[in-house]
């Protein structure tokens, strides 16, 4: 509302009163105002991309770059959580409380993943100032504990500045069938696959229609829209011919790709005339991460190099179709006459992803498991690969060749393989220039003073009576008109124990692996490049320079005091799940569920791993031909499900996908009556890769009717999405037994309890790569 102060006159009579309308108008925008759209891709280096050289076409993204701007030294934080919270206040990502994902919060200033309310997002400055706000896709800057129906919503997009939100909370899911937040509730997806289903498909429909809707009641309002698609992020998930455009495109591996690549990056301007192409696993053998370990091309068998070259294809293919979605949206915008006064940014949000490992999979569960990939059974695979049958990702050379020419990947700070992303910006009305290139070094806190520069507005000094943080970054507005030097000083870096700093053209580096619980920070040696001329940082100037190096060191440390950096933490996917989070529900042994409810997330849904359990329907059947699911939690990719079907009582563990799925079903026919119906398992061991053994029991009634072992998984059964459901399925069905939502007909569920074993048995260690997959 204006601030204002009322001028009008208040008297008895509203007859001798007079009115004054100004202080209680609505905000309004500057005159002329631009719209935004910022389209935010994840896990996307730059050798990837058409624009930038790489083999990924990408046609909506051309049509921008040669009607715009491509940058060729734009940067993140090197993971999701933070850069994205870069992306929404224009601070650096610990001043955000965002050191690392969300699920990696710990009881620090800088890691406490939540935004503190000394910074304000760009969506609440818009909305003070007369914009539509809106959030479609990805959103991963929630705490886990609160992605649930009766947690706090402080952190959901609503109560962040957006007047509307579209998408999933978590850090993927899947794109077949997704986990969707309308607002500030869960929903269920409008249609399936067989009907032509596809996250980024939907996303773009949405995106349209809320545009629509705002031109058709308010048509002079301007708009701010944050699209963020689940590509590139795992699961890859593509239609079959988009996959099939790149056939026989990454026969020749990885290795390859890269050298081939980098002289086009060259070639288009991308990179600087000489510049070097490291090897790969560049980081010493005795401080590397053996999970980012990338295996040579050469020593590969004949089976594995189809299966990951056509993993490749399905990366590729996932990466246009949703570029195409895009084309939707701005051929859309182009018809209604909107495009010439939007700005339009199109970027990702760190380096390619190196999480498969150095297999990859074509269920990325098995991995987040501690459960090994068998090359025979993958292979059954390939001709579905990217389809909803598949969770894939691709192995650690792929990420290091779309990367290129940079070291490392994703996760990896103190190298640009994990900061150096695509950014093309694309504004007819306040951008001259068509098809140009700008080297000036940026990051992704620069955004937001960006788009205040040019909207003509400035953050505020204070927001809801709290005194905000200066923004971070600085505006990049100013490179619109020409290339040149940047007016960029500095820049920091630090990842879960990874760090480097920028400065004036020059950056140091300290090598340090993410994720190996090496400890000793103090010990790190710190490298030395000109990235002004050595973009792919490969010649290492520390000897000749050591004044500058100790510089850079020193800002480091300065910067680390300002932005809340500090405690640095290299610690284990593992250690890090390991850290006790207060919660506002804290863990019990027996819970209550009941029908009609919304899908109840796993991060607070009853926990079965490592331990027994038992599950008791109260079912009262009135149909002789009942059928249908009574509780299920999870997907075709790990679950477990109850249900009725033909007359008798069925239990499923679907344990990580492997086929035949460990069923149970009662020898007696359920008639019309009350029944209590239920299994029980007895944990006795732990098995090779510390999955839970035991032995499981079904009832009807009091009578148990099968029973035989059964095995548990160690890790969670969906890293985002698939809750656990009464009276249906949602998503991706868990057995094969029923397809979805399956609902329960012929009776009622009164409810189902779950009661497990106090103690539990988890190797934390086993678990070490299931966290920082989701980012």
């Given at each position: 509302?204006?601030?204002?102060?009322?001028?009008?006159?208040?008297?008895?009579?509203?007859?001798?009163?007079?009115?004054?309308?100004?202080?209680?108008?609505?905000?309004?925008?500057?005159?002329?105002?631009?719209?935004?759209?910022?389209?935010?891709?994840?896990?996307?280096?730059?050798?990837?991309?058409?624009?930038?050289?790489?083999?990924?076409?990408?046609?909506?993204?051309?049509?921008?770059?040669?009607?715009?701007?491509?940058?060729?030294?734009?940067?993140?934080?090197?993971?999701?959580?933070?850069?994205?919270?870069?992306?929404?206040?224009?601070?650096?990502?610990?001043?955000?409380?965002?050191?690392?994902?969300?699920?990696?919060?710990?009881?620090?200033?800088?890691?406490?993943?939540r935004l503190p309310h000394n910074c304000m997002t760009i969506g609440s400055v818009l909305q003070e100032n007369g914009y539509s706000t809106y959030w479609l896709g990805k959103e991963h800057n929630i705490p886990e504990q609160d992605i649930c129906s009766g947690g706090p919503r402080s952190e959901?997009?609503?109560?962040?500045?957006?007047?509307?939100?579209?998408?999933?909370?978590?850090?993927?899911?899947?794109?077949?069938?997704?986990?969707?937040?309308?607002?500030?509730?869960?929903?269920?997806?409008?249609?399936?696959?067989?009907?032509?289903?596809?996250?980024?498909?939907?996303?773009?429909?949405?995106?349209?229609?809320?545009?629509?809707?705002?031109?058709?009641?308010?048509?002079?309002?301007?708009?701010?829209?944050?699209?963020?698609?689940?590509?590139?992020?795992?699961?890859?998930?593509?239609?079959?011919?988009?996959?099939?455009?790149?056939?026989?495109?990454?026969?020749?591996?990885?290795?390859?790709?890269?050298k081939w690549v980098v002289p086009r990056m060259v070639q288009k301007g991308m990179l600087p005339a000489g510049t070097r192409l490291e090897d790969f696993n560049p980081i010493p053998e005795d401080q590397a991460n053996p999970g980012d370990y990338v295996r040579p091309w050469d020593e590969l068998?004949?089976?594995?190099?189809?299966?990951?070259?056509?993993?490749?294809?399905?990366?590729?293919?996932?990466?246009?179709?949703?570029?195409?979605?895009?084309?939707?949206?701005?051929?859309?915008?182009?018809?209604?006459?909107?495009?010439?006064?939007?700005?339009?940014?199109?970027?990702?949000?760190?380096?390619?992803?190196?999480?498969?490992?150095?297999?990859?999979?074509?269920?990325?569960?098995?991995?987040?498991?501690?459960?090994?990939?068998?090359?025979?059974?993958?292979?059954?695979?390939?001709?579905?690969?990217?389809?909803?049958?598949?969770?894939?990702?691709?192995?650690?050379?792929?990420?290091?060749?779309?990367?290129?020419?940079?070291?490392?990947?994703?996760?990896?700070?103190?190298?640009?393989?994990?900061?150096?992303?695509?950014?093309?910006?694309?504004?007819?009305?306040?951008?001259?220039?068509?098809?140009?290139?700008?080297?000036?070094?940026?990051?992704?806190?620069?955004?937001?003073?960006?788009?205040?520069?040019?909207?003509?507005?400035?953050?505020?000094?204070?927001?809801?009576?709290?005194?905000?943080?200066?923004?971070?970054?600085?505006?990049?507005?100013?490179?619109?008109?020409?290339?040149?030097?940047?007016?960029?000083?500095?820049?920091?870096?630090?990842?879960?124990?990874?760090?480097?700093?920028?400065?004036?053209?020059?950056?140091?580096?300290?090598?340090?692996?993410?994720?190996?619980?090496?400890?000793?920070?103090?010990?790190?040696?710190?490298?030395?490049?000109?990235?002004?001329?050595?973009?792919?940082?490969?010649?290492?100037?520390?000897?000749?320079?050591?004044?500058?190096?100790?510089?850079?060191?020193?800002?480091?440390?300065?910067?680390?005091?300002?932005?809340?950096?500090?405690?640095?933490?290299?610690?284990?996917?593992?250690?890090?799940?390991?850290?006790?989070?207060?919660?506002?529900?804290?863990?019990?042994?027996?819970?209550?569920?009941?029908?009609?409810?919304?899908?109840?997330?796993?991060?607070?849904?009853?926990?079965?791993?490592?331990?027994?359990?038992?599950?008791?329907?109260?079912?009262?059947?009135?149909?002789?031909?009942?059928?249908?699911?009574?509780?299920?939690?999870?997907?075709?990719?790990?679950?477990?499900?109850?249900?009725?079907?033909?007359?008798?009582?069925?239990?499923?563990?679907?344990?990580?996908?492997?086929?035949?799925?460990?069923?149970?079903?009662?020898?007696?026919?359920?008639?019309?009556?009350?029944?209590?119906?239920?299994?029980?398992?007895?944990?006795?061991?732990?098995?090779?890769?510390?999955?839970?053994?035991?032995?499981?029991?079904?009832?009807?009634?009091?009578?148990?009717?099968?029973?035989?072992?059964?095995?548990?998984?160690?890790?969670?059964?969906?890293?985002?999405?698939?809750?656990?459901?009464?009276?249906?399925?949602?998503?991706?069905?868990?057995?094969?037994?029923?397809?979805?939502?399956?609902?329960?007909?012929?009776?009622?569920?009164?409810?189902?309890?779950?009661?497990?074993?106090?103690?539990?048995?988890?190797?934390?260690?086993?678990?070490?790569?299931?966290?920082?997959?989701?980012?």
């Open positions: 509302m204006a601030t204002t102060s009322f001028k009008g006159v208040i008297k008895l009579d509203i007859r001798d009163s007079k009115a004054d309308w100004e202080p209680f108008l609505p905000p309004r925008a500057p005159e002329g105002a631009p719209n935004v759209l910022i389209v935010l891709y994840d896990d996307t280096g730059q050798a990837a991309w058409q624009p930038y050289g790489g083999a990924i076409n990408m046609p909506t993204l051309q049509k921008l770059a040669d009607n715009g701007l491509t940058y060729t030294q734009w940067h993140t934080t090197a993971l999701c959580s933070p850069t994205r919270s870069c992306f929404l206040t224009g601070r650096n990502h610990h001043l955000n409380g965002m050191s690392c994902i969300t699920e990696g919060a710990n009881g620090f200033p800088g890691w406490s993943g959901w997009p609503l109560q962040q500045g957006f007047d509307r939100f579209y998408g999933f909370l978590g850090g993927e899911t899947n794109q077949w069938y997704p986990d969707l937040t309308e607002d500030n509730k869960f929903i269920e997806q409008p249609y399936g696959p067989e009907e032509g289903y596809h996250l980024s498909k939907d996303l773009v429909d949405q995106a349209m229609q809320m545009i629509r809707d705002q031109k058709a009641s308010n048509p002079s309002k301007p708009w701010f829209m944050w699209l963020c698609p689940g590509a590139n992020h795992a699961p890859h998930h593509a239609p079959k011919e988009y996959a099939d455009r790149y056939k026989g495109k990454f026969d020749d591996g990885y290795d390859a790709y890269r068998s004949a089976a594995e190099r189809k299966l990951f070259s056509r993993m490749a294809e399905v990366y590729a293919g996932f990466s246009e179709y949703t570029d195409e979605q895009i084309g939707r949206l701005i051929d859309y915008l182009e018809r209604s006459g909107q495009l010439d006064n939007t700005i339009v940014m199109y970027c990702a949000d760190n380096g390619a992803s190196g999480e498969g490992g150095p297999n990859g999979s074509v269920n990325e569960n098995k991995f987040f498991n501690n459960y090994p990939d068998e090359l025979s059974e993958n292979m059954k695979y390939l001709d579905v690969l990217g389809g909803p049958e598949t969770y894939n990702h691709y192995p650690t050379g792929w990420a290091a060749a779309f990367s290129a020419p940079y070291k490392m990947f994703k996760r990896y700070s103190e190298y640009a393989g994990g900061t150096a992303c695509p950014m093309v910006i694309h504004w007819p009305k306040g951008i001259k220039a068509k098809g140009e290139v700008r080297n000036q070094y940026h990051h992704a806190v620069d955004l937001v003073p960006t788009l205040l520069e040019c909207i003509g507005l400035e953050m505020p000094d204070t927001f809801r009576g709290v005194k905000q943080h200066p923004l971070s970054g600085v505006s990049m507005k100013y490179s619109f008109a020409a290339d040149g030097a940047t007016k960029k000083k500095r820049q920091y870096y630090a990842m879960l124990g990874t760090r480097g700093m920028w400065m004036d053209g020059w950056k140091a580096a300290a090598i340090h692996a993410p994720l190996t619980s090496k400890g000793h920070f103090d010990k790190d040696e710190w490298e030395l490049y000109h990235v002004e001329e050595d973009r792919s940082e490969s010649i290492n100037l520390a000897k000749q320079h050591p004044d500058k190096l100790k510089a850079l060191i020193d800002a480091w440390f300065e910067e680390a005091d300002a932005n809340n950096i500090l405690p640095l933490d290299d610690r284990s996917a593992a250690e890090l799940l390991g850290v006790e989070r207060p919660s506002t529900e804290p863990p019990r042994e027996r819970y209550i569920y009941y029908p009609g409810t919304s899908p109840v997330p796993e991060g607070v849904a009853v926990n079965v791993r490592g331990r027994s359990y038992k599950i008791i329907a109260d079912v009262d059947i009135k149909d002789a031909d009942a059928s249908g699911v009574l509780f299920a939690h999870g997907s075709r990719f790990g679950g477990h499900s109850l249900f009725i079907k033909d007359r008798k009582f069925h239990y499923v563990y679907n344990f990580l996908g492997i086929k035949p799925e460990q069923k149970f079903v009662s020898t007696t026919e359920l008639k019309p009556g009350k029944y209590s119906l239920g299994i029980e398992f007895e944990r006795t061991g732990a098995g090779e890769h510390g999955e839970s053994l035991g032995r499981t029991k079904l009832y009807v009634n009091d009578k148990m009717e099968a029973e035989g072992d059964m095995k548990t998984q160690l890790g969670k059964f969906t890293l985002s999405g698939d809750g656990l459901c009464i009276g249906r399925d949602s998503g991706d069905a868990v057995s094969e037994n029923y397809t979805t939502p399956g609902e329960f007909k012929g009776g009622e569920i009164l409810a189902v309890g779950v009661t497990v074993e106090k103690t539990q048995y988890l190797d934390l260690e086993k678990l070490a790569a299931s966290a920082f997959a989701t980012d």
